[in-house]
């Protein structure tokens, strides 16, 4: 199997080369691999809400740009394929048989996705079939189906969780496109994480394999934000600000006692979004931890000396963790290798052995009683329904996806990049995970806003930037490579 430097299987990518080094990772089509399929008139232009709108649909050449920071020399770089409705659609309304499935833990806004997958494809394109799969990936096999109608999802926005369940595990490929092939379904809508999307491009290449055609669409979630490429996912921001409530609780604790300490442990196995966005909003916060951030507790620049000084200047301080942050400081007593149903590892309770090693090193160390208040909101700041702002951006997130399967495109997420709708394929979502950079500038904001310390000698942060330059490295490479190796598709327009 030939790989790009980013262990891409190369023959899956489909690239499109444009003038002064532009390139469109485009999205796989029913016309790569089924050939002379009918195609009609979007009924959209005869829709009175959207016939008005000037240019309402996408011109075919339309793609977005990944970076948008550039140099005056620098190469136009990598495109995707901008979302939103086509003037010819591959699907008539009656033919559609339309399946929802949601997987992973739960994030704010996933009835809302799922409300308006179903209202966008009942009111834009009249498609009356759409089931919903109960319990996830297991639920093609295993359990009943929803028959989900615009006055079943009408009001699902307005709660937390998933209307149509979720699980983790059980994802058997062939079982699951074997489901889709019997029940005669034609459009896969699959809202879920990283773990989530990689079982989509599985579904998708057996699809593609069998030669059906069945639009296999990604919609991503996370309360995480561990999702590359994308702007930010959606219900992260519901999190970010659920959480403020438990920094202030915390707060308010901590201020009312003397040496009061709040500790709150939030959200994030592989990444710290939530804890530092939440440290970032809140402004109460006096130390913010991270699974990107190695600390230590004992010695000079160490935790306890921070702690010993917020509480000497201040008589009070806030921390915030990660779930996933000081993982290695556990292991051996505490540490251990389970994982969970989908392969994910099972962590331990950081803010628990935190809160014990804080007082007992006060206690015998400074001879001072320590008032900690743990705080663990980590099932509250995601089971809830979705902010106004998540709430809108779930619904373009939905019907950027309908138009782009009833368009034929297949094997893609739907998904902001740079403020605007897109189609990423899938290989680009599940080739790794989004994380903190502490060399950037967000990571220095926090520091600079907490007073923190950064837990890194001089030679750790040449060692990270190093790392970071190889990786940008190993990624132009990887496209150079992606330019002479793949198949040219010189005219932009193929598609
Ligand atoms: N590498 C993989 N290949 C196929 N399916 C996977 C893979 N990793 C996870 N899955 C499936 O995706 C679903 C959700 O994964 P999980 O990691 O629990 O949540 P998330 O999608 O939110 O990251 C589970 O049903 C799991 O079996
Ligand atoms: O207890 P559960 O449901 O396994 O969920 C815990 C995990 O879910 C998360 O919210 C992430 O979930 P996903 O993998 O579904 O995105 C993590 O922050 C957390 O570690
Ligand atoms: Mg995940």
């Known amino acids: 199997m030939a790989t790009t430097g980013n262990n891409i299987d190369s023959s899956k ?59 005056k020399s620098s190469p136009r770089g990598i495109h995707f394929r901008r979302a939103g409705p086509r003037q010819r659609v591959y699907f008539q309304a009656d033919e559609v048989h339309a399946c929802i499935v949601t997987c992973g833990g739960l994030c704010p806004g996933l009835n809302t996705v799922i409300r308006e997958l ?12 759409v089931l919903g799969i109960e319990g996830g990936y297991r639920g093609f096999y295993s359990k009943n ?16 969780g998933t209307v149509i369940g979720t699980s983790r595990g059980g994802h058997d490929t062939s079982k699951i496109v074997d489901s889709i092939q019997d029940r005669g379904i034609n459009q896969v809508y699959i809202i879920g994480g990283d773990g989530t999307q990689k079982g989509a491009a599985a579904i998708y290449e057996e699809v593609r394999r069998r030669g059906l055609k069945v639009s296999v669409v990604g919609i991503p979630k996370t309360i995480d934000n561990d999702i590359p490429v994308i702007d930010k996912s959606f219900g992260f921001d519901t999190a970010v600000e659920e959480a403020q ?23 994030g196995r592989y990444c710290g979004f939530i ?40 008589g009070h301080m806030v921390i915030v963790i990660a779930e996933g942050a000081g993982q290695e400081l556990l292991s051996g007593s505490f540490g251990s290798d389970k994982q969970d149903a989908s392969g994910n590892k099972l962590l331990q309770d950081i803010g628990l ?6 007082k007992d090193h006060f206690s015998k160390e400074h001879k001072m009683t320590i008032n900690l208040k743990y705080i663990d909101p980590t099932y509250m700041i995601r089971a809830i329904p979705s902010n106004a702002s998540d709430n809108v951006y779930c619904t373009l997130l939905a019907q950027s996806a309908v138009h782009g399967a009833m368009a034929g495109y297949t094997g893609y997420t739907s998904g902001l990049v740079n403020g605007r ?57 990887s496209q150079l490579s992606n330019n002479t190796e793949d198949e040219t598709v010189s005219n932009p327009s193929v598609k």
């Open 145 to 160: 189906t929803i028959h989900l109608t615009p006055k079943f999802v009408n009001d699902i926005h307005k709660r937390g």
């Open 275 to 314: 804890a530092m966005y939440a440290t970032l909003a809140s402004r109460d916060v006096d130390c913010c931890l991270i699974p990107e951030s190695p600390f230590y507790l004992e010695g000079p620049g160490g935790l306890y000396e921070y702690i010993a000084r917020c509480l000497k200047d201040n």
């Open 421 to 477: 709708q897109t189609y990423i394929p899938f290989y680009r979502i599940i080739d790794k995970q989004n994380k903190v950079v502490i060399t950037d500038r967000m990571w220095a904001r926090l520091l600079s806003s907490t007073n923190q310390p950064s837990f890194l000698t001089a030679k750790d942060v040449s060692e990270e930037k190093k790392e970071e330059e190889t990786v940008t490295q190993m990624n132009q490479l």
């Open 245 to 267: 409530r438990a920094i202030n609780a915390a707060h308010v604790e901590a201020e009312s006692m003397e040496n009061g300490i709040g500790l709150v442990k939030l959200m």
């Open 118 to 129: 179903v209202c966008g494809l009942y009111n834009m394109y009249g498609v009356k079939k």
């Open 13 to 71: 990518v489909k690239i499109v080369h444009g003038d002064g080094g532009y390139v469109l990772e485009d999205v796989p089509h029913f016309s790569d691999y089924i050939s002379d399929l009918p195609t009609y008139a979007n009924p959209l232009q005869d829709n009175p809400a959207y016939s008005v709108v000037k240019q309402y649909f996408v011109h075919v050449d339309d793609s977005v740009p990944q970076k948008v920071v550039v140099h």
């Open 353 to 358: 052995w935190l809160s014990q090693r804080i």
